[in-house]
């Protein structure tokens, strides 16, 4: 079954000098509609994943496929339109002057009709939930704020595939949080295939699937639930351990004899409660 | 090095239309050789206030006091350089400041600058290298070629290399990937310990506050309105939860025990303090079934 990104054989160096390849052999479907959460520690090489599929880098063997497409230096317009970016720091995406023009920016671009751009910028603010920022400066605004602004400029364009660098890394906790419910609005209420690079646990727990990328390979493909299992592994290939995982680390070196299967937290706070308040 | 800071007032724009007051009647203390968190949101002061620290603004009224030295709104410029000795900053995303061609150099451009001999800049270099974790094979190479994590120990260490007595850190660890954040974070209390540095950290992680700070400062609207230790702040979730600031995540799973019925006697801040009760409760229980 063709999938809306297929990978096959991804091979890339950024320079012939490099002996190592900064991706290796990468094979990789992605169904339409799918959340995909990336990991890796830093320079693992998953935005640079990120941006072969955004035809950013040209790889030295293997092929893309983007919604069936392959993709080329002939296709690479076309396909980067089904294709949306949003990146660690939305400081460094801001272009317009208030919120609103900021968010028509890629659709003046695309020179699309005034009118239509008119619904667009509406609609997509609505999305994000920043309709009544539409006039204000894009500066004045939290960080949660400007990263659904970045995020609404993307989704203007109607791409099929949104990917998320890293998206959440610079935002307090509170803005952290509205993006990733906003991510899961977008995957699971409004149907955008969704890829997030992450080093956030948070994040990594609500997609689909998991890959894990190290030395530019992809070293494992699996349920969030089935990862969480490996522990304190987790830290070394880039991700927080869970806390429940962490605090039953802390127990059983104390002594306390725990279930071995993965606990989230509320199951936890379940079985202690039993094993503390039983009469 | 301690702080003194007395009814500081500071105002951006003084006299024109967009006169815009950023802190007001800030008085606090941070005493020599502690480890300090200053948390609050965007807009709360705390960069303002930071920014007073080693001079790049002064008081619009009230003052400021490192040791010996006072800042008020007449200190001249140049009185400032002393200050700027003792305080050493880093900021968000120190790595973006690095420029020499290589690692040795970069850490040594500030004692050279400061007057010492290119010979007795590099020694110091050396040694802050070491002090950061920066392994002898990357001094000679270019800053640019290091992965992330490297480079702001690279900056970090350019830093010191000053030889400050306070160490100011804005969000250090922004950006990192969670072993180089739990890296960087062991490497300041380090720091903190061996060799006595004060440091002030702002963030946004509560559990670097619960694990690593003696001291909390919390800012809102330009003004402080907590200044207490992080077992008394972190006692008060609600109160917490009024002003949009979150819990270290031990305290906040201890919260959920609680609401079931877990009897603490004080909520703890971290992983073993948690454990370590639990254990006990569980234990307790266990003599209980075989008496």
Not at chain 1, 164 to 172: C, I, P, Q
Not at chain 2, 236 to 259: N, R
Request: proline share 4%; with cysteine; net charge negative.
């Amino acid at each position: 079954m063709s999938g809306i990104i297929d990978i096959k054989d991804l091979c890339f160096r950024y320079s012939q000098e490099n002996e190592e390849l900064d991706l290796s052999h990468i094979d990789l479907h992605v169904n339409e509609g799918e959340w995909l959460a990336v990991i890796g520690h830093n320079g693992s090489g998953k935005s640079t994943l990120a941006k072969a599929i955004d035809g950013l880098i040209a790889p030295e063997a293997g092929e893309i496929y983007i919604d069936g497409e392959k993709l080329t230096d002939q296709s690479l317009w076309n396909i980067r339109k089904k294709i949306g970016m949003v990146f660690q720091n939305p400081d460094n995406q801001f272009v317009g002057a208030d919120v609103e023009g900021d968010v028509a920016f890629g659709l003046e671009n695309q020179g699309i009709e005034r009118e239509e751009m008119h619904a667009r910028v509406k609609e997509a603010l609505e999305v994000v939930g920043m309709q009544d920022f539409a006039q204000h400066e894009p500066v004045r605004l939290s960080g949660g704020q400007k990263q659904r602004v970045a995020i609404a400029g993307v989704l203007a364009l109607r791409p099929k595939i949104v990917i998320f660098d890293e998206s959440t890394s610079m935002l307090d906790p509170e803005g952290r949080m509205q993006i990733i419910s906003l991510i899961r609005q977008l995957n699971k209420k409004e149907g955008f295939t969704v890829l997030s690079i992450t080093h956030d646990i948070d994040e990594a727990s609500l997609a689909d699937r998991v890959i894990v990328v190290d030395d530019g390979k992809i070293i494992d493909d699996s349920l969030p639930q089935d990862l969480f299992q490996k522990g304190n592994q987790l830290i070394e290939i880039g991700l927080d351990v869970p806390y429940p995982q962490r605090l039953k680390g802390e127990l059983a070196q104390r002594g306390i004899d725990l279930p071995q299967e993965y606990m989230d937290e509320g199951s936890l706070v379940n079985w202690l409660c039993r094993s503390i308040l039983k009469n | 090095m301690s702080i003194h800071i007395e009814k500081l007032n500071y105002v951006y724009q003084s006299g024109t239309p967009f006169s815009h007051r950023a802190l007001t009647d800030v008085s606090l203390d941070i005493a020599d050789n502690t480890y300090t968190a200053i948390i609050g949101h965007t807009g709360s002061g705390k960069s303002t206030l930071l920014q007073h620290l080693n001079g790049l603004l002064k008081p619009t009224s009230g003052s400021l006091t490192v040791e010996n030295n006072k800042i008020t709104a007449e200190t001249k410029n140049k009185e400032l350089n002393d200050l700027r000795r003792h305080v050493g900053f880093v900021f968000q995303f120190p790595e973006a400041q690095l420029f020499e061609e290589t690692v040795l150099k970069d850490i040594a451009f500030a004692p050279k600058n400061f007057g010492k001999s290119d010979e007795e800049a590099e020694q110091i270099a050396v040694k802050m290298a070491k002090l950061v974790g920066l392994p002898d094979s990357v001094l000679q190479k270019s800053p640019f070629e290091l992965s992330g994590g490297q480079m702001r120990r690279v900056a970090i260490a350019g830093v010191l290399a000053m030889e400050p007595q306070i160490l100011v850190l804005d969000e250090p660890t922004a950006g990192l990937d969670p072993k180089g954040r739990l890296e960087m974070m062991e490497m300041f209390d380090r720091l903190h310990k061996e060799q006595h540095l004060t440091i002030i950290l702002v963030t946004h992680q509560m559990n670097d506050v619960a694990n690593y700070a003696d001291h909390v400062i919390v800012m809102e609207k330009g003004r402080v309105i907590a200044d207490s230790q992080p077992a008394e702040i972190f006692s008060d979730p609600e109160w917490l939860k009024a002003h949009h600031l979150g819990l270290p995540q031990t305290t906040a799973f201890a919260a959920k025990l609680q609401q079931q019925g877990v009897p603490f006697k004080t909520l703890p801040l971290t992983e073993a303090q948690l454990a370590a009760q639990l254990a006990d409760m569980m234990n307790e229980q266990g003599g209980g079934l075989r008496g």
